[in-house]
Protein backbone atom coordinates (compact mmCIF):
# COMPACT_ATOMS: atom_id res chain seq x y z
CA UNK A 1 0.00 0.00 0.00
CA UNK A 2 1.45 3.59 -1.32
CA UNK A 3 2.50 5.95 1.95
CA UNK A 4 0.52 9.19 1.68
CA UNK A 5 2.56 11.84 0.27
CA UNK A 6 4.34 14.62 2.27
CA UNK A 7 3.15 18.19 2.36
CA UNK A 8 3.13 20.22 -0.72
CA UNK A 9 5.99 23.21 -1.70
CA UNK A 10 5.05 26.03 0.24
CA UNK A 11 4.65 28.96 -2.34
CA UNK A 12 7.83 30.78 -1.53
CA UNK A 13 9.91 27.74 -2.63
CA UNK A 14 7.73 27.48 -5.81
CA UNK A 15 8.85 30.34 -6.64
CA UNK A 16 12.77 30.06 -5.75
CA UNK A 17 12.64 27.19 -8.11
CA UNK A 18 11.43 28.93 -10.84
CA UNK A 19 13.78 31.82 -10.54
CA UNK A 20 16.75 29.28 -10.11
CA UNK A 21 15.33 27.68 -13.39
CA UNK A 22 15.49 30.94 -15.27
CA UNK A 23 19.51 31.53 -13.91
CA UNK A 24 20.55 28.20 -15.62
CA UNK A 25 18.61 28.07 -18.28
CA UNK A 26 19.00 30.01 -21.29
CA UNK A 27 15.44 29.62 -23.64
CA UNK A 28 15.95 30.35 -27.32
CA UNK A 29 13.48 30.44 -29.70
CA UNK A 30 13.93 30.48 -33.24
CA UNK A 31 11.61 30.73 -36.75
CA UNK A 32 12.93 28.11 -39.29
CA UNK A 33 11.44 27.01 -43.03
CA UNK A 34 10.39 23.56 -42.55
CA UNK A 35 10.75 23.17 -46.15
CA UNK A 36 10.45 24.66 -50.07
CA UNK A 37 6.50 25.21 -49.30
CA UNK A 38 7.60 28.42 -47.79
CA UNK A 39 5.86 27.24 -43.87
CA UNK A 40 7.72 27.80 -40.84
CA UNK A 41 7.75 26.00 -38.12
CA UNK A 42 9.09 27.54 -34.33
CA UNK A 43 11.16 25.75 -32.42
CA UNK A 44 12.27 26.26 -29.01
CA UNK A 45 15.25 24.71 -27.18
CA UNK A 46 16.94 25.67 -23.86
CA UNK A 47 20.78 24.98 -23.40
CA UNK A 48 23.14 25.56 -20.00
CA UNK A 49 23.59 29.38 -18.71
CA UNK A 50 25.61 28.11 -15.51
CA UNK A 51 26.11 25.72 -12.59
CA UNK A 52 24.21 25.69 -9.28
CA UNK A 53 25.89 27.11 -6.78
CA UNK A 54 26.51 25.14 -3.58
CA UNK A 55 24.14 26.70 -1.76
CA UNK A 56 21.53 26.29 -4.29
CA UNK A 57 22.19 22.39 -4.64
CA UNK A 58 21.67 21.87 -0.75
CA UNK A 59 18.46 23.58 -0.89
CA UNK A 60 17.57 21.40 -4.02
CA UNK A 61 18.54 18.13 -2.36
CA UNK A 62 16.45 19.10 1.44
CA UNK A 63 13.71 20.11 -0.58
CA UNK A 64 13.77 16.79 -2.83
CA UNK A 65 14.24 14.77 0.15
CA UNK A 66 11.50 16.75 2.72
CA UNK A 67 9.02 16.79 0.15
CA UNK A 68 9.80 13.53 -1.42
CA UNK A 69 9.39 15.27 -4.81
CA UNK A 70 9.42 12.49 -7.98
CA UNK A 71 12.56 12.45 -9.97
CA UNK A 72 13.65 10.92 -13.29
CA UNK A 73 16.81 9.86 -14.94
CA UNK A 74 17.46 11.65 -18.08
CA UNK A 75 19.44 12.53 -21.06
CA UNK A 76 21.76 16.10 -21.18
CA UNK A 77 20.96 18.87 -23.56
CA UNK A 78 20.85 17.11 -27.11
CA UNK A 79 20.89 13.87 -25.83
CA UNK A 80 24.81 14.27 -24.65
CA UNK A 81 25.26 13.41 -20.52
CA UNK A 82 23.22 12.85 -17.93
CA UNK A 83 19.91 14.85 -15.97
CA UNK A 84 17.74 15.12 -14.21
CA UNK A 85 14.31 16.31 -13.77
CA UNK A 86 12.14 16.94 -10.61
CA UNK A 87 8.73 17.47 -10.77
CA UNK A 88 5.87 18.46 -8.02
CA UNK A 89 3.28 16.18 -6.50
CA UNK A 90 -0.24 16.04 -9.09
CA UNK A 91 -3.37 16.16 -8.03
CA UNK A 92 -4.51 12.43 -7.94
CA UNK A 93 -2.64 9.30 -8.90
CA UNK A 94 -2.52 8.53 -12.51
CA UNK A 95 -2.59 12.05 -13.63
CA UNK A 96 1.63 12.86 -14.36
CA UNK A 97 3.10 15.91 -11.93
CA UNK A 98 4.51 19.15 -13.84
CA UNK A 99 8.42 19.75 -14.03
CA UNK A 100 9.37 21.87 -11.42
CA UNK A 101 13.69 22.24 -13.15
CA UNK A 102 15.37 19.92 -14.53
CA UNK A 103 19.80 20.03 -14.11
CA UNK A 104 21.79 18.69 -15.90
CA UNK A 105 25.20 16.64 -15.02
CA UNK A 106 27.68 19.92 -16.21
CA UNK A 107 24.96 21.84 -13.73
CA UNK A 108 26.20 20.20 -10.20
CA UNK A 109 28.60 22.25 -8.42
CA UNK A 110 32.24 21.58 -9.22
CA UNK A 111 32.34 21.07 -5.52
CA UNK A 112 31.12 17.71 -5.80
CA UNK A 113 33.98 16.59 -8.08
CA UNK A 114 37.47 16.23 -6.42
CA UNK A 115 39.87 16.41 -9.47
CA UNK A 116 37.14 19.98 -10.82
CA UNK A 117 35.78 18.37 -13.55
CA UNK A 118 32.85 16.52 -14.19
CA UNK A 119 32.84 13.15 -14.06
CA UNK A 120 29.63 10.71 -15.38
CA UNK A 121 29.85 8.07 -12.78
CA UNK A 122 29.76 10.34 -10.14
CA UNK A 123 26.93 12.47 -12.03
CA UNK A 124 24.75 9.03 -11.66
CA UNK A 125 26.10 8.38 -8.38
CA UNK A 126 24.33 11.73 -7.15
CA UNK A 127 21.13 11.82 -9.35
CA UNK A 128 20.09 8.54 -9.15
CA UNK A 129 20.20 8.75 -5.24
CA UNK A 130 17.27 10.89 -5.51
CA UNK A 131 15.89 8.50 -8.27
CA UNK A 132 16.57 4.67 -7.73
CA UNK A 133 15.12 4.91 -4.07
CA UNK A 134 11.97 2.45 -3.41
CA UNK A 135 10.05 5.53 -2.45
CA UNK A 136 10.64 7.60 -5.60
CA UNK A 137 10.14 4.64 -7.62
CA UNK A 138 6.41 4.16 -5.71
CA UNK A 139 5.65 7.73 -6.69
CA UNK A 140 6.78 7.26 -10.05
CA UNK A 141 4.42 4.43 -10.97
CA UNK A 142 1.56 6.34 -8.95
CA UNK A 143 1.75 9.19 -11.08
CA UNK A 144 1.60 6.69 -13.98
CA UNK A 145 5.47 7.57 -14.97
CA UNK A 146 7.99 4.45 -15.51
CA UNK A 147 10.42 3.30 -13.69
CA UNK A 148 13.98 4.65 -13.93
CA UNK A 149 16.47 2.44 -15.94
CA UNK A 150 19.71 1.82 -15.25
CA UNK A 151 22.60 4.31 -16.71
CA UNK A 152 23.04 3.00 -19.93
CA UNK A 153 19.95 4.10 -21.14
CA UNK A 154 19.89 7.69 -20.34
CA UNK A 155 24.06 8.07 -22.38
CA UNK A 156 24.22 8.66 -25.69
Given at each position: ???P ?5 SA????W????S ?8 T ?6 S????R ?6 K ?16 A ?8 S?V ?24 R ?15 S ?7 I???F ?12 Y?F?PPR???Y???
Amino acid sequence: MAQPIRHELSAKDLVWLEMLSAKIWQRHQTVQRANLSGHTMRKDYCTEKRSLTRQEFKRLERLIRAHELPCTPGSGVFGFGLSLTIFAHSASPGVKPDALIRITGKQLPLMLFPDTQSDEGKVWEIFSSFTHTARNRELLSLYGFEPPREREYYEY
